[in-house]
């Protein structure tokens, strides 16, 4: 089962496939041409399909193919992996080479690295290549066990789909197209998906460490987005205003990196937020201060849903507000003092409010014209191909715009993309299972070979792992939308077809190193014996 799997995954890797790039189609194609020979299929022809993404402008597919078990029951597994990549320019003079592992290892091996990385190009371990690890190995393995199992199916009390998508690097438009076409699949046959399995990449979580992972659950991600509008002034009269880039300095020093939003559950921490964008919004010189700028944070996710986020950002924006009121007036003093200018108070109070409560302010006060605004600017933004980001900044830029009140404030809100975590705690039936199963199939492993592999709750990377399940909180749900500009005219997820699919997640991943690096490598051991083993066990017990 391992040289297979080490074959396919070799033959996948000389497949370009970047992401947005017509090599995402020659690799769905590759695996639909591949699994189309096996007995099952062409017995079973419609059980195997190439389906067209949903409103794709690169006419991309994904494929789906599903096994129904000799033993019926409506008990489904799902087997997902991304056949896309990340670019290859990283790898510079070496860029012709990324996609073929046997020659990309000889001509590394003529580069300078460190230690590790040069050991690593000496052993016949590592595969080196441009998604061999991210996650071309990954979905090889699944292409076996479909073919495994296709000559089993005694063994099946129930069914397997796999779906191969592409874009997981990008948007996700194959994963969630995918989940459309999978909720019409439950509702057409009765099924009723029990868990999903991925097979993305697992690397190790500090340097030295030695453990592999299996991980039930995933990270979730949010991107919340603030818009600081100062007070601008002449330089000359800087303590008339409110300088914006100041305002956007200290809510930077209380949200990037800030332990304590960190998200708690089930005895593991996400990172915390970190910037990913801070800039004025200023186009031109001049000797007037900044009166707007934009940031937005990757926050990360274990339990905290989105409408919890907002009320902890809007409680650190309020708090770094108040801190720039107080050392304002405070230097004011000072210089006062120094300049023997009387000393007066600053007039500025503190002021945050949520996209949604803005827009219901300025609603009520202009009403529809508001809606007419913002619909002929969409359709500009739309036409001019906007980014989500930019969108989403337009779009809370005009609202403001037409808000009667001008006093400095700080604007909260989300822009794409947004991906649901998911804990599993056992809570019901689905879940206890699946945790039972994953248990028992790693115990069996460790007994027949010495790897540590360690059991933990989040798989910690993003992934599309987490368009398998969604909250069915309302509010939460009402607080996403609501406070996403960009929600539905430019971003949308299909949340009913998640909801009806919705279902505990796991990653059975390969081991390797530096993922989306130029060194981008696959162990052989482990990614080649236990893991295909632990994947096997798993469904056998899902299933059995």
Known sequence: ??????????E???????????????????????????????????????KDLKNDSLNRKYVMAFLEGKKASVNTVLLLGHIDTVGTDDYGDLKEYATEPEILKQMLSKKSFDEEITNDLKSDNWIFGRGIFDMKTGVASQMVMIEEFSEQLEKLQGNLVFIGVPDEEGNSAGML???QDLAELSKEKGWEFIAAIDTDYMTG????????????????????????????THVGEAFSGLDANLLASELMKEVDLNYDLCDVAGGEATLPPISLHQRDLKTEYSVQTVNAVNLYFNFATHISQPDEVLEKLKQKAIMAFENTIRMLNENYRKYCELSGTPYKRLPWRTRVLSFEELYKNVKGEIGKEIDNK?????????????????????I?????????????????????????????????????????????????VREKYEYKIVVKKFYPYI?????????????????LV??????????????????QISMPVLNIGPYGKDAHKLTERISQSYSLDAMPMILQKTIERLLG
């Open 177 to 179: 197209s995918a989940v």
């Open 205 to 232: 979580q500090y340097t030295g460490d030695e453990n592999k992972y299996v991980y039930i659950g995933t990270v979730g991600k949010l991107l919340p987005c603030f818009y600081v509008y100062g007070k601008e």
């Open 463 to 479: 992934s599309d792992l987490s368009y398998c399940s969604i909250s069915k909180n309302e509010e939460s749900i009402r607080k």
């Open 396 to 444: 809370v830029q005009e609202v403001h715009k037409h808000y009667s009140d001008k006093n400095p404030l700080i604007i909260i809100y989300f822009a794409p993309p947004f991906y649901p975590h998911i804990f599993v705690e056992g809570a019901n039936q689905r879940e206890a299972k699946l945790l039972d199963a994953v248990e028992q199939a790693v115990k069996e």
């Open 482 to 499: 609501n406070n996403m500009p960009a929600w539905p005219k430019k971003y949308s997820l299909p949340v009913e077809a998640i909801q």
């Open 12 to 50: 996948l890797t000389r497949i370009a496939s970047v992401v947005g790039t017509r090599g995402e189609i020659k690799a769905v194609e590759y695996i639909y041409d591949y699994l189309k020979k096996v007995d099952y299929f062409i017995q079973n022809s419609r059980n195997l399909q190439l």
């Open 1 to 10: 089962m391992g040289e297979k799997i080490k074959r396919l995954s070799l």
């Open 374 to 394: 913002l619909k002929t600017l969409t359709d500009e933004l739309l036409k001019m191909g906007a980014d989500d980001r930019e969108f989403s900044l337009r």
